[in-house]
């Protein structure tokens, strides 16, 4: 009995990625595109700091695995100020509710940098149910993403999303660093 249903769900996992054909290769290239105009971004914004001595950025690479995608390498970035080391830490691409995410890490806490739909002001994930034999309820109209920005995520359970621009990234350097 239970080799016919792990037949049958084998089949519907076969159908399902049939039906769904996705560069993974290119979703990764995007993805990795995107992280590095995040960093030329976050670059501009500390540029006279840096060259005043007063930030240092170093960069290193990291593995990511993610399911379809694979293991990559990505670029991750520790900001040197003072004494702290804060970590900008690529998580991935293939999430749900955005197109990637970066965490910026410190001695207080983190700050999650996510690439979202511009026009978005929070997250909206929309979930299906219905019994197994009744007709599924119709695929609700889902507006196609044209512009792609990243914004600071705030805490679960009520996130909201907030434009990444100079100021807020001072703010967030300095709620994870104890400033």
């Known amino acids: 009995m ?35 105009r995040f960093y030329k971004t ?13 930030i240092k950025i170093s960069y290193y690479k990291k593995e990511i695995f993610e399911q379809y995608i694979g293991e990559y390498e990505a670029q991750t970035a520790t900001i040197s100020l003072g004494a702290n080391r804060l970590k900008l830490d690529p998580i991935g691409t293939n999430l749900i509710g955005s197109k990637g995410r970066v ?25 299906r149910v219905y019994i197994k034999g009744e007709k599924p309820p119709s695929k609700e109209k889902l507006p196609e993403v044209t512009s792609w920005a990243w914004k600071i995520a705030t805490q679960p359970p009520h996130i909201k999303y907030y434009p990444l621009v100079e100021e807020s990234f001072y703010d967030a350097l300095m709620e994870v660093s104890n400033g």
């Open 2 to 36: 239970a080799n016919k249903e792990f037949d049958e769900f084998l089949k519907r996992q076969a159908s399902h990625s049939q039906s769904k054909k996705i560069d993974w290769a290119a979703k990764r290239s995007e993805w990795i595109e995107y992280l590095d």
């Open 103 to 127: 965490d910026l890490i410190g001695p207080n806490g983190k700050i999650k940098f996510v690439l979202v739909d511009s026009a978005a002001s929070a997250p909206k994930i929309s979930a």
């Open 42 to 54: 976050i670059e501009s914004y500390l540029k006279s700091y840096v060259d005043e001595g007063k």
